[in-house]
């Protein structure tokens, strides 16, 4: 029911992180991926070696970057059936410190760039029959975060347009789904929060306390599962799934763990 052959499949953040573990995984089970990526330099290629994955630069909060991305998957393949929105950043800010362009910055890449990549696939989806668009949420999400309300924000938005969309859209076999995921581990938001913090350990001991499985576990979610509840959705065995959320955060936003 995973079986992915003869699918195209677009994936945005793709050469770190949750969208590398996609791509990876999509191409394995059978789907011809472009990548698009901010950074998309040659040494990129090598992630990838021996897979069916084109990776291009792509700058998601551009509608021209996106457009191209779309029409080359098109033009190649003669056809789109999966697209996963997943280019993102974080800021970890209170409102009073928040500049307009750092405002700008979070919402046009986290909301702006999955209207934008749905503007432009849509169309192809359809002609292909119907499909699948994924977009990486956040547990923030489902519910507000404190530390970070402007990622929140953005994240929340996500979840709207994710359901609009999937009600817009059931009549033409398009399903749109979300992943919440959260506290995940070896991707650029994760190490970059990590390398800025005074104490890198102190500091991702409080992140995988903060999930009670994380904690029983005694580590991070990985990118790979992220990947795998993805390919879940993507797939045949998705077929009557839309408008959800699965929530990848070892229960972080199920409420107030028990004491100790």
């Known amino acids: 029911m995973n079986s992915l052959a003869g699918r195209v499949a677009i994936v945005t953040g793709g050469t770190s992180g949750i969208g590398r573990a996609t791509a990876l995984l999509l191409a394995r089970s059978g789907a011809r991926v472009f990548v698009g990526d901010l950074r998309a330099d040659a040494d990129r290629e090598s992630l990838f070696a021996g897979l069916p994955i084109r990776v291009e630069q792509c700058d998601v909060r551009q509608e021209a970057d996106v457009a191209r991305l779309v029409t080359l998957a098109v033009q190649q393949e003669k056809r789109l059936d999966i697209v996963v929105s997943n280019a993102g950043i974080g800021l970890v800010k209170q409102i009073p410190e928040v500049t307009e362009a750092e405002w700008n910055a979070v919402l046009d890449t986290n909301f702006k760039a999955t209207f934008l990549l749905a503007r432009q696939a ?51 076999r398009i399903r749109v789904n979300a992943v919440c995921p959260g506290p995940v581990g070896d991707t650029g938001m994760m190490n970059a929060d990590l390398a800025a913090a005074a104490d890198p350990v102190a500091t991702a001991e409080r992140f995988i306390a903060a999930s009670p499985l994380a904690r029983a576990y005694g580590r991070m979610i990985t990118p790979e599962e992220v990947a795998q509840a993805i390919l879940y959705l993507v797939s045949d065995a998705a077929a009557m799934v839309t408008g959800t959320a699965i929530a990848i955060d070892g229960g972080k936003s199920l409420g107030v763990p028990p004491a100790e």
């Open 122 to 172: 849509i169309p192809h989806l359809r002609t292909s029959g119907g499909g699948s668009i994924v977009v990486t949420a956040s547990n923030a999400g489902l519910l507000p975060r404190a530390h970070d309300p402007v990622y929140s924000t953005s994240k929340l938005a996500v979840m709207g347009l994710v359901k609009s969309l999937a009600l817009c859209h059931a009549r033409d």
